[in-house]
């Protein structure tokens, strides 16, 4: 009877596990439609051509192969039939990124518009169209782009048309501070009827589509994501999301517009973000065809509603296997997290009344389990420290390694050592009774817990927790044959939402696995191991977790010696030169700790000034030699001083043909005109205007009366420069700049 009882716990276990697998396997992106496909339906394969057309070279904003791009793409709208136009304009920073210094650019926005019969409001399809210096952009963001290109002539060749009004806007300058988005909307040019933005983005080279940010109120959105083919998301992401600034995209300069938001993005392979490799071959087409499937769908649904019955109401939501997005009021979560508490306090009362376990074993095992979810994020925080102090040139890393499948592995197996070790402890401590309830009880007050604070954030814990406390009620009601069944049936959800956190979680980032992956493998995965109370190993269960942590050091050390950087896997590197043009001195500087590359240039030390008041966030400095680099000018226009405030104005010019144009100044500043744009100063120390015209910029400012100490500064991309060009096994980061500054005479 015994021996049955284990075997059917470790079937019904195996099951779960197996759920879990196949629902991850399942998020994933799976084959395209060839060039060959049906003209009215999105082919990867036909979208692909526009990746390769613009995305064989870097295409940063003010270089003439971004001009090339800018050519391309407006000819490809105009074949398609839509009116189309470049809207040229000043953009710089939305108010949501602060900064010491105002990032600004000359920008050329891409507008093509196809007109509605009987327009609500505009559909915008949303992509930025430039790429980094390092990188030629085929993911970032030439997927997109391709998504959006491909997808209207797939509804041009359907000869639907569409309600509402469709704009394909092409932002300019997003990579260097969302730019083109800001002027956009600031020049007036958003419907003021209002509308839908659907945003695309990248942060990685493949893995599932996933919608992580969501303008809010989110109902009448989510109700039409729901009926896509790939709607991947779920409320608790997007409502971390929404406050989130440190991964922005063109989201920050729409939003405060009034549009309704919707931002798509990929984040696997994300070594490939912003790196050389981000071409054309490291593009996967299942990916793009996710993307362009969900874009055609929301270019129809939106296309044809009315736009302006909005749904106010924020929902609960979350996705599950084969497209099926629920989506729950949010008073069903409340009433969910509350049937929860109530149904875990039953149990915790049925057990108690059987003999099975006592109420201080119980709480005794929900206090253990709540610590183990912290342990579990300590681990796995710790172990990719480890691993960054073994292998040194992880640490300035905001992505993963090339190679990190066998780091991932590692990162799981260590949760399930955390868990496994939580679960032999209280067994042991409290029972198998109460490890089991106290758990059910633990996920029960964390649901409740979110759902307090934010309950469209609490779906997350809410819904397995309802689910396995209703499983392990029945438990006690049915037959004795069918509760082991039961239980397995009612555990399904956990088993589902550990499947669709684990491996994607993973995927958008290991530094983020501590805060996500590890608390769903302890939580979720504690959940399935209530199959086990049966089948669990009387003794020497310690030996599961110590053959955890054996197997977490196997694949940790399998993936340093997988993982190696070479000529097609090169390392990110930063460093640039800074040239004082009054005292003809130079100075090489680094954001970053020195790596084998740029400890040749730097050491880890203060900078002198005044070098270290134009990189204060520098690490690392080192003298360089005086390059013949001609020096930015400034010409004084006028010069006057009233009623205490002085007031200036410079035409700012590059003697270089240099991609930036800044001014730094100390003394504060009530009044700043840039390029022709008002702007009102915010607590910075000048601006940087990326794209100047060839003719140079004028700039008028006010300031108090007195000295005005003002110093120009010009930037080029270091490796066009001939100073520091790195080995075939380095690449430089974006903010790799050659500088040249001098101090503006006559002030």
């Known amino acids: 009877m015994r021996v049955g009882r284990r075997l059917s716990g470790l079937l019904a276990f195996a099951v779960l596990l197996a759920v879990v697998v196949a629902t991850a396997w399942e998020q994933q992106p799976h084959g395209h439609r060839a060039a060959s496909a049906p003209a009215d339906v999105f082919s990867a394969g036909r979208a692909f051509d526009t990746v390769e057309a613009i995305a064989s070279r870097p295409h940063p904003v003010g270089t003439a192969e971004h001009d090339r791009v800018r050519g391309h793409l407006v000819d490809r709208l105009r074949n398609l039939g839509l009116d189309t136009e470049i809207q040229s304009g000043i953009g710089r920073y939305p108010a949501a990124i602060e900064r010491d210094v105002l990032g600004m650019a000359r920008v050329d926005n891409i507008v093509a518009r196809l007109p509605g019969t009987d327009p609500t409001g505009t559909v915008y399809l949303t992509a930025h169209y430039d790429s980094v210096p390092p990188a030629p952009g085929a993911n970032d963001d030439g997927v997109g782009v391709a998504a959006v290109l491909e997808s209207v002539r797939a509804l041009r060749e359907a000869r639907t048309a569409l309600r509402n009004d469709l704009v394909v806007l092409l932002t300019d300058a997003e990579e260097v501070g969302l730019l083109g988005a800001e002027a956009f909307v600031a020049a007036g040019r958003v419907d003021p009827r209002g509308g839908v933005v659907v945003n695309h983005e990248a942060r990685g080279a493949g893995g599932p589509v996933m919608l992580w940010r969501i303008t809010h109120p989110d109902g009448g959105l989510i109700r039409e994501v729901a009926d896509i083919p790939f709607p991947n998301t779920d409320s608790f992401s997007t409502s971390l999301a929404g406050g989130q600034t440190s991964s922005n995209t063109d989201f920050a300069a729409f939003e405060p517009a009034g549009l309704h938001t919707l931002d798509w993005a990929y984040a696997g392979r994300n070594a490939y973000y912003h790196n050389p490799f981000d071409d054309p071959a490291h593009v996967d087409l ?137 679960y032999a402890l209280a067994r042991r401590l409290f029972g198998p009774t109460a490890a089991a309830a106290g758990l059910l009880c633990c996920v029960a007050v964390l649901g409740a817990g979110v759902t307090a604070i934010a309950p469209a954030a609490a779906e997350i814990l809410v819904v397995p927790a309802i689910a396995a406390v209703a499983g392990v ?137 005044p070098y270290a008041a134009l990189y204060p966030a520098a690490v690392a400095g080192g003298p360089a030699p005086a390059a013949a680099l001609s020096a930015p000018t400034a010409e004084i226009l006028s010069d006057s001083t009233d009623s205490g405030h002085r007031t200036v104005h410079l035409r700012l010019r590059s003697t270089r043909g240099a991609t930036a144009l800044a001014l730094r100044y100390d003394t504060p500043v009530h009044t700043l005109r840039v390029a022709g744009r008002e702007l009102t100063p915010v607590p910075n120390r000048g601006f940087r205007l990326e794209a100047p015209p060839p003719e140079g910029i004028d700039v008028e400012l006010t300031a108090p009366a007195g000295p005005l100490p003002l110093r120009v500064v010009d930037y080029s991309w270091l490796p066009g420069s001939g100073l520091a060009d790195p080995p075939a096994d380095i690449f430089y980061r974006q903010d790799s700049t050659a500088a040249v500054f001098t101090t503006v005479k006559g002030l």
């Open 473 to 609: 009620s029945l438990t006690f009601v049915v037959p004795g044959a069918w509760r082991l069944p039961v239980l397995t049936v009612f555990l399904l959800p956990a088993a589902v939402f550990l499947g669709g956190i684990a491996w994607s979680g993973l995927q958008a980032g290991i530094t983020g696995a501590p805060f996500l992956v590890a608390p769903a493998v302890v939580l979720f995965g504690g959940l399935l191991l209530l199959t086990l109370t049966h089948a669990w190993p009387v003794r020497r269960a310690a030996l599961l977790p110590a053959a955890a942590v054996l197997v977490t050091v196997a694949l940790a050390a399998a993936g340093l010696a997988v993982d190696r950087v070479d000529d097609r896997h090169p390392l990110m590197s930063q460093l640039a030169y800074a040239l004082d043009a009054d005292s003809n001195a130079a100075q090489w500087v680094s954001q970053q700790e020195p790596d084998r590359w740029t400890r040749g240039f730097v050491e880890a030390r203060s900078l002198p000034e």
């Open 286 to 422: 299942a990916t793009l065809q996710q993307m362009g499937d969900n874009t055609l769908a929301q270019a129809r649904a939106f296309g044809n509603r009315d736009l302006t019955d909005a749904d106010d109401g924020n929902r609960a939501y979350f996705s599950l296997p084969f497209g099926v997005l629920i989506v729950l009021p949010l008073w069903v979560i409340i009433v969910l997290a509350v049937a929860a508490l109530l149904g875990a306090g039953w149990v915790v009362r049925q057990v108690r009344h059987s003999g099975e376990a006592s109420l201080r074993g119980v709480l005794g095992a929900a206090a253990t389990a709540l610590v183990a979810v912290p342990l579990a994020m300590g681990a796995t925080y710790g172990l990719w420290e480890a691993l960054r102090a073994i292998r040194p040139e992880y640490r300035p890393l905001f992505v993963d390694p090339y190679r990190p499948e066998f780091y991932y592995a590692a990162v799981l197996v260590l949760c399930v050592a955390v868990l496994t070790a939580w």
